[in-house]
């Protein structure tokens, strides 16, 4: 709530790929979000609606960062099809605190959730061994 008002924040995750060093993920802050992935959603949400898709958040430790791009959205969606230079669709690189990745049911986000957090303590532990 902004002001009163419902506050939107709209993000987009288009990948393809993910790749994390796991000992740069703090396992304590994985976590689960109900989201809309309908565009329209700031037009037909009533109080009480719960999102249809489920979002596993992933966060770095403390100061650390994930190397990620960002895209120009308006010019991504303007372009035809194939091949095209990167700065045609504005990509850029961007260090980010957190990622989310979305998942059809919930079911599916909760035992992926559960699985990474025991690879991060895994791959931490394998770390600190001598």
């Known amino acids: 709530m902004k002001d009163g008002k ?3 924040t709209f993000y987009t995750f288009p990948l393809a790929s993910v790749t994390v060093p796991l000992a740069l993920v703090d396992e304590s802050l994985i976590g689960e979000d109900r989201v809309f992935t309908n565009p329209n959603v700031t037009h037909t949400y009533k109080p009480g609606d719960v999102g249809d898709t489920t979002m596993v958040t992933i966060a770095g430790l403390p100061g650390m960062h994930f190397h990620s791009r960002i895209y120009d959205r308006a010019k991504f969606a303007q372009l035809g099809p194939g091949p095209h230079a990167s700065s045609e669709y ?4 961007d260090d980010t605190d957190a990622f989310g990745l979305m998942f059809p049911d919930a079911a599916s986000a909760h035992t992926f959730e559960i699985a990474l957090k025991e690879a991060v303590i895994l791959a931490r532990s394998k770390i600190q061994q001598p």
């Open 90 to 93: 504005g990509q850029a690189p």
């Open 6 to 8: 419902i506050a939107w």
